[in-house]
């Protein structure tokens, strides 16, 4: 994990910030992102407050919808977490860049679980790997809904 921690802070050093905020990644592919290593693609960035990540639905309106999923970068943590809506009052997180090769992962809502279209890993909801290439899961993050804002404890990231 070490190893990859560093690979990953490494790749994502160079990461522009853009408006990409409404990545459309709930089909089983990404089109935008998705090639070798792609940890330092753009992805909007996020700020922490201590260990928590709020995203507010009105600026990330793909999570108005289940199945919806939102990417943020912290920057001080040079994470990516990836958030998908799963119901009306559910919302799940993990680390969105794959422990393979660092790809980016597709949420897939008619499973509520992760595929990456780089080399085909697949993981669980709460970020287990079903299938490699990898044996690495995802970090994986609670969230809670407030009815207009979800928050993502990124501890687990930072212990
Ligand atoms: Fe994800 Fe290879 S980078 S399976």
Do not use: K, W
């Amino acid at each position: 994990m070490a190893t990859r921690r560093r690979f990953v802070r490494t790749a994502c050093s160079a990461v522009i910030l853009s408006d990409l905020v409404t990545i459309g990644c709930s089909a089983p592919s990404v089109t935008n992102i998705g090639d070798d290593d792609d940890a330092g693609s753009p992805v909007p960035t996020v700020t922490p407050n201590g260990n928590l990540v709020t995203l507010t639905l009105a600026d990330y309106p793909n999570l108005m919808q289940v199945d919806g999923v939102a990417f943020g970068y912290v920057a001080s943590l040079q994470l990516t977490i990836l958030v998908a809506r799963t119901s009306e009052t559910t919302f799940i997180a993990v680390d969105g860049v794959c422990t393979h090769r660092n790809c980016y992962v597709a949420f897939q809502g008619a499973s509520d679980d992760f595929y990456c279209n780089c080399h085909g890993a697949r993981f669980a909801a709460d970020g287990t790997v079903v299938s490699g290439p990898t044996s690495i899961p995802l970090l994986s993050f609670p969230t809670t809904f407030d009815g207009s804002a979800v928050t993502v404890d990124i501890s687990s990231a930072t212990a």
